[in-house]
């Protein structure tokens, strides 16, 4: 009995280090099937094609990132993911940067997103789809740059011709404010009313 009782232990921590060992690489392929089927999801709509998926199917989550040109792009990556499994916990690390939109890309659904969001800020934008395209840049200009406060600016463009209003605490903010409008493609006129208001 004494030579069973060792042996028969040493079976035990085999077994046990044999089902650890396969419940790995079971999560491991779980993770790898949850992720292929949401990148197949996702696969539908060509512009969400570079979007990175990272699942734990043992928690049903997923998180996506990478970068869509609006924000509409980045709800529909949301939804396509949560599609495909019942109660998925989705992370949503997506950026959206619609200064990599071409003008010959945009498009009336692009800007009528604009418009609506641009209401929000209390920002106002004309008629065509030139100003939409152009207030789209100049927001994701000043937002991507760390010397001009975005959230605090608003931005009118109307026939191409830019308002910028609001506060800034310093005078090289307002001028950065200023020579990213002045610098974005289309734009004809800037009118720089910011206040320098410190604090």
Known sequence: MRKLLPVASIMGVLLLHGCSTDGTNSAASSNAGMEQSIKTQLSSDPQLQGIAVDARADKNEVTLSGTVPTEDLRTKAVDLAKNGRPNLVVTDK???????????????????????????????????????????????KLIDNPDTPARKINIDVIDQ??????????????????????????VKRVNNLLKVQAG
């Open 94 to 140: 997506i950026d959206v940067q619609p200064s990599q939109v071409a003008r010959t890309e945009y498009t009336d659904d692009m800007a009528r997103a604009a418009r609506e969001k641009a209401k929000e800020l209390g920002d106002k934008i004309g008629n065509s789809l030139d100003d939409a395209w152009i207030h789209t840049k100049i927001k994701a």
């Open 161 to 186: 011709v830019v308002t910028l209003h609001g506060k800034v605490e310093t005078n090289a903010a307002k001028d950065e404010a200023e020579r990213t409008a002045k610098q974005t493609e289309g």
